[in-house]
């Protein structure tokens, strides 16, 4: 089965930078865009960036400018480079991805890592 694993999150200071990493691993054929997701305490999922197979990037107005996104299609990983963090940024952060395998075509999320941000 295809899973994919966050990992580099952790509690921090405002403006402090931060990056995580997402890993896929498993039985598949291809995977096309990438991307981040976060959810705070009592709130909705919220995007937060995409990244398609060829590079192409695209970022919520709410972290323009202070998120980027980027990917090692030969490692299978998606990171996210998070910079000038607030507290307003805390948040599980998970991480998506599109995966053709056997069986079809789906989306996979992985199963999340904290960021919290509190001086």
């Known amino acids: 089965q295809v899973q994919l694993v966050e990992s580099g999150g952790g509690l921090v200071q405002p403006g402090v930078s931060l990056k995580l990493s997402c890993v896929v691993s498993g039985r598949m054929f291809s995977i096309w865009d990438m991307g981040w997701y976060r959810q705070a305490p009592g709130k909705q999922r919220e995007w937060v960036a995409t990244i398609t197979v060829s590079g192409n990037t695209n970022y919520a107005d709410s972290v323009k400018g202070q998120f980027t996104i980027s990917r090692d299609n030969a490692k299978n990983t998606v990171y996210l480079q998070m910079n000038s963090l607030k507290p307003e940024d805390t948040a599980v952060y998970y991480c998506?991805?599109?995966?053709?395998?056997?069986?079809?075509?789906?989306?996979?999320w992985g199963q999340g890592t904290q960021v919290t941000v509190s001086s």
């Open positions: 998506n991805a599109r995966i053709r395998t056997s069986s079809g075509t789906a989306d996979y």
